[in-house]
């Protein structure tokens, strides 16, 4: 298997805004098979998955195909600037920190400062939840489905791919959270 090949292939596979806005780069010296680098706001239009290609190529290529899809809908699944009660507050409390920094008010500043943090870190926690990781397998199976799978076999191939990660990334069991991503995967018609 050749990687410029491979990653060619899979730029095909991906869906349009995919192509845009993530990158795939080989990276032998991780110990996972794919790993999606979670982008910070700065970053919405550059968005990495790095792949061992040594290890991927011990997966089937439908299998390889639902994790590359997965991997892309989680990674399109962080929305930093989607308004809602937390972006709302943290634009009030960015416009009240610049107002009590120009009024060189200490305790507002404080106020307005601690205010921002606790909003920038449910935004961040936010897209960083188990509920975006179970998102992001739909996604990818949705994806799959236009790109000529059947659900079942999406589901299947997902399932396969997630239980056969630890085995390829010498580990011990599944993890928390891909125990969760299987046991909704089969729940899922």
Do not use: H
């Amino acid at each position: 298997m050749s990687i410029e090949q491979e990653i060619n292939r899979l730029q095909d596979l991906m869906p349009a805004s995919g192509r845009i806005c993530c990158k795939i780069r080989s990276k032998p010296q991780q110990t996972e098979i794919i790993n999606t680098v979670f982008p910070p706001p700065w970053r919405s239009k550059n968005r990495l998955i790095y792949i061992n290609f040594d290890l991927w190529k011990q997966l089937s290529i439908p299998q390889r195909d639902l994790l590359l899809l997965r991997s892309v809908a989680f990674s399109l699944g962080v929305k930093w600037f989607k308004f809602d009660i937390y972006q709302g507050v943290l634009l009030s409390a960015l416009g009240g920190l610049t107002f009590e920094i120009a009024n060189q008010d200490i305790v507002g500043i404080i106020v307005a400062g601690s205010l921002l943090t606790i909003a920038g870190n449910q935004i961040w926690q936010k897209n960083l939840s188990i509920e975006k990781e179970l998102e992001a397998d739909e996604g990818g199976i949705k994806v799959a489905i236009r790109r000529g799978y059947s659900s079942q076999e999406a589901k299947k191939y997902l399932i396969e791919a997630i239980e056969s990660l630890p085995k390829i990334e010498s580990r011990r069991s599944l993890n928390f959270i891909e125990l969760l991503r299987v046991q909704n995967l089969m729940r899922i018609n």
